[in-house]
């Protein structure tokens, strides 16, 4: 995610919330935020930039790990996002911190350096990735969509839970090892579905979902122009958004990729466009959906990505 589409961070009230605590030498937390363990309590205290790393960091850790998701509401835009300047209270006793990286959660890497927490370990799934931009300078950065990355973020949080809790390293591989028999029956999934669909058009609003689509197989039609304005948050150019209007019509496309977080009055236009012309709709977000773990929400997808194609 690039320029002013980035997730926000507002670092004036970041430098207040850590002056106001080393003055006051306690913290007020908000609600929403879990308190910083004590060495009593023996947990790991991991900080995630979005709820699905988080999750991820709860299956493997189990109860040995207490985890801080700054961005977890499930209707919150997170192009639009700035943190709450509460957080840096807990990174000042973090010991984990997994963040997206690619420019995506850029807030992640400001509240850490403001935090001053030099102890911590980071996790950066794009670093882990190895994806680079493309040939047009740009990056998909939405890399929790690709199940190989995550499977790379997984032996990651493994090996660092490990090496702050020694004593807890079997009980991580062991949940570790859990979790990636998991993932490799979504990515059987993905296989399934290019098995039987390999080479179909698909267009998308964003470039959200565009691993997980093309590791099943699929072809982006989708006019560059428009998915990347939408990503940018900036208007569409006309031609951009008929274009992709025409593509909905054509024929050439049997589903549309709907991001629900970053609604507007161009990708309602086209969601129109799709409904009209009987294209499937297949509607993606960000962040984990309420009641749902990153495998569940996987695996929800895959399953309507196939009976869209169906």
């Given at each position: 995610?690039?320029?002013?589409?980035?997730?926000?961070?507002?670092t004036?009230?970041?430098a207040?919330a850590l002056?106001?605590?080393?003055?006051s030498?306690?913290d007020a937390?908000?609600?929403s935020?879990v308190?910083?363990?004590?060495?009593?309590?023996?947990?790991?205290t991991v900080?995630a930039?979005t709820?699905?790393?988080?999750?991820?960091?709860?299956?493997?850790?189990?109860?040995?790990?207490?985890?801080?998701?700054i961005?977890?509401?499930?209707?919150?835009?997170?192009?639009?996002y700035e943190?709450?300047?509460?957080?840096?209270v807990?990174?000042?006793?973090a010991?984990?911190?997994?963040?997206?990286g690619?420019?995506?959660d850029d807030?992640?890497?400001?509240?850490l350096?403001a935090?001053?927490?030099?102890?911590i370990?980071?996790i950066?799934?794009?670093?882990?990735s190895?994806?680079?931009?493309?040939?047009?300078?740009?990056l998909?950065?939405?890399?929790?969509?690709d199940?190989?990355?995550v499977?790379?973020?997984?032996?990651?949080i493994?090996?660092?839970l490990?090496a702050?809790?020694a004593?807890?390293a079997?009980?991580f591989?062991?949940n570790?090892?859990?979790?990636q028999?998991?993932?490799?029956?979504?990515?059987?999934?993905?296989?399934?579905?290019k098995?039987?669909?390999?080479?179909?058009g698909?267009a998308?609003t964003?470039?959200?979902?565009?691993?997980?689509?093309?590791?099943s197989g699929?072809?982006?039609?989708t006019?560059?122009e428009?998915s990347?304005?939408?990503e940018?948050?900036?208007?569409?150019?006309?031609?951009?958004?008929?274009?992709?209007?025409?593509?909905?019509?054509?024929?050439?496309?049997?589903?549309?990729?709907?991001?629900?977080?970053?609604a507007?009055?161009e990708?309602?236009?086209?969601l129109?466009?799709?409904?009209?012309?009987?294209?499937?709709?297949?509607?993606?977000?960000?962040t984990?959906p309420?009641?749902?773990?990153?495998?569940s929400?996987?695996?929800?997808?895959?399953?309507?990505?196939s009976?869209?194609?169906?």
């Open positions: 995610m690039r320029g002013s589409h980035g997730i926000g961070v507002a004036v009230g970041v207040a002056a106001l605590s080393a003055c030498g306690s937390p908000s609600e935020i308190p910083a363990s004590s060495p009593a309590e023996q947990q790991v900080v930039s709820n699905v790393y988080g999750d991820i960091a709860k299956q493997i850790g189990g109860d040995k790990v207490r985890v801080i998701s961005l977890s509401d499930p209707t919150q835009d997170p192009h639009s943190v709450n300047q509460t957080y840096p807990e990174l000042l006793r010991d984990i911190m997994i963040e997206n690619g420019e995506y807030f992640a890497d400001a509240i350096k935090a001053g927490n030099e102890s370990a980071v950066n799934a794009v670093e882990l190895g994806k680079r931009a493309a040939s047009d300078g740009e998909n950065e939405h890399v929790w969509y199940i190989r990355t499977q790379k973020v997984a032996d990651a493994a090996r660092d490990s702050v809790f004593a807890n079997a009980l591989r062991v570790a090892a859990v979790f028999q998991k993932l490799a029956g979504l990515r059987a999934e993905e296989e399934k579905i098995a039987a669909h390999d080479g179909v698909v998308l964003e470039a959200v979902p565009l691993y997980l689509l093309e590791a699929l072809v982006n039609k006019p560059r428009f990347e304005a939408i940018e948050g900036i208007d569409v150019p006309a031609a951009a958004l008929n274009e992709t209007l025409a593509l909905l019509r054509s024929g050439d496309v049997k589903v549309l990729a709907y991001n629900e977080q970053t507007g009055p990708t309602e236009k086209v129109a466009e799709a409904r009209a012309n009987k294209v499937a709709v297949l509607p993606v977000t960000e984990l309420e009641g749902q773990d990153y495998i929400w996987m695996a929800s997808t895959l399953q309507a990505l009976a869209a194609l169906d």
